[in-house]
């Protein structure tokens, strides 16, 4: 698996001592609020993990599943709710945590659905945020590592399924990925 980064970005090591730090960021904000945490599955499986225990609050945990990707390297503007019953977070301080933020299409629309439920607030976390020259849908509160705009594979983000166990977070070689064209 390893060897079908073209690069590794992030090591174990480093994502956690990150995590360290937003940990405490997100326990001193949330001292006072009881929090709902939701995690868009698969991807922020593995980063929800090991970021819930280093928060030192009490806390609810929801997941939700959309699919945005279909498998490949390319979004297609899509998102579909594949979880029927939406959490509930009426009255509720909803902090989202999802693994990477590319056009924010996702993330606006996982949003946009949770805000018709009346929480009393929502704040997003994500561990990657993709730069990018276009504006963003949305934008984090919680922010891990930024990166540049490539495809990247490992801690819980995936190509067509795979490399979601790798405990790091590396560039997938090009000539793995499918192109579209
Ligand atoms: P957005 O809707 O364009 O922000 O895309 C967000 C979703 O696309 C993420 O939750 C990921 O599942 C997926 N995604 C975007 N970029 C990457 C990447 O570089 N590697 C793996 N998955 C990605
Ligand atoms: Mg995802």
Redesign the pocket.
């Known amino acids: 698996m390893q060897g079908d980064l073209e690069r590794v970005l992030f090591d174990e090591p480093t994502i956690l001592r990150r995590l360290d730090e937003i940990a405490v960021q997100i326990s001193r904000d949330y001292h006072d609020r009881d929090l709902t945490v939701i995690a868009?599955l698969n991807?922020?499986l593995v980063f929800m993990a090991d970021l819930m225990r280093r928060m030192t609050l009490p806390l609810r945990l929801d997941c939700l599943s959309v699919t945005?990707?279909h498998g490949k390297?390319q979004?297609s503007g899509e998102?579909i709710f594949n979880q029927v019953a939406s959490p509930d977070v009426k009255d509720r301080h909803v902090l989202i945590l999802?693994?990477?933020?590319?056009?924010?299409?996702?993330?606006?629309a996982i949003r946009e659905k949770l805000e018709t439920a009346g929480p009393r607030s929502i704040r997003i976390c994500v561990l990657?945020r993709?730069k990018k020259r276009c504006t963003?849908e949305v934008d984090a509160d919680y922010l891990g590592f930024e990166i540049e705009d490539?495809?990247?594979?490992g801690y819980g983000?995936?190509?067509e399924g795979r490399y979601r166990n790798l405990p790091c977070i590396g560039v997938?070689r090009k000539e793995l990925i499918e192109s579209d064209e």
């Open positions: 868009v991807g922020s945005s990707y390297a979004t998102v999802d693994d990477i933020l590319d056009s924010g299409h996702t993330l606006a990657l993709k963003r490539e495809f990247v594979v983000l995936d190509y997938l």
